[in-house]
T-cell receptor, first 111, second 113 residues
């Protein structure tokens, strides 16, 4: 079974402070991991994926297979980063693939 | 490419009625996912379909809920005899296959009165 855990339902930081949104996963194979973001009243959109190893809007995430984690980090949070963030895992169920999301973390960046 | 289209955006049903939610995936996408988002909760997986096949429906309630993705036309999530607890936002996503980005629709907000 595949599972994604985001332990923090809510996270509040001040503008300019570092932010880390935690994500842990459970999966027996080799996972593909993603972070999605949902800004207020907008559709979910892909923020970044671990295979591309890129930085989007200042966010980075490193896959740590030893700790089965894929935490999302940004050194200096901005007010426009306030949104709901979902960690997602793409894994196999036999020969078929399923995208599983964590429950999400609501990030609020205060001025 | 118009993206993933869901309709209606808002749907109001009385208890006991049926709700039909439609999802047209992006052109060329044959994988569709349905998720439910309850107030103050995250996305909960409901069902994963490929053209004409249900691959994983482990997140679907055993009764009243069904989903299909016919060879032609949109994917349909059907809720029979709706109850107040079905009120939620229902999101559809599509992808072209394995390990590719899933694109989301804007969701359908179902309100049961």
């Amino acid at each position: 079974a595949q599972r994604v855990t985001q332990p923090e339902k809510l996270l509040s930081v001040f503008k300019g402070a570092p932010v880390e949104l935690k994500c842990n996963y459970s999966y027996s194979g080799s996972p593909e991991l993603f972070w999605y973001v949902q800004y207020s009243r907008q559709r979910l959109q892909l923020l970044l994926r671990h295979i591309s190893r890129e930085s989007i809007k200042g966010f980075t995430a490193d896959l740590n297979k030893g700790e089965t984690s894929f935490h999302l980090k940004k050194p200096f949070a901005q007010e426009e980063d306030s949104a709901m963030y979902y960690c997602a895992l793409y894994g196999s169920g036999g020969s078929n693939y399923k995208l599983t999301f964590g429950k999400g973390t609501l990030l609020t960046v205060n001025p | 490419n118009a993206g993933v289209m869901q309709n209606p955006r808002h749907l109001v049903r009385r208890r006991g009625q049926e709700a039909r939610l439609r999802c047209s995936p992006m052109k060329g996408h044959s994988h569709v996912y349905w998720y439910r988002q309850l107030p103050e909760e995250g996305l909960k997986f409901m069902v994963y379909l490929q053209k004409e096949n249900i691959i994983d429906e482990s997140g679907m309630p055993k009764e009243r809920f069904s989903a299909e993705f016919p060879k032609e036309g949109p994917s349909i999530l059907r809720i029979q005899q709706v109850v107040r607890g079905d009120s939620a936002a229902y999101f559809c996503a599509s992808s072209s296959g394995r390990n590719t980005e899933a694109f989301f629709g804007q969701g359908t907000r179902l309100t049961v009165v």
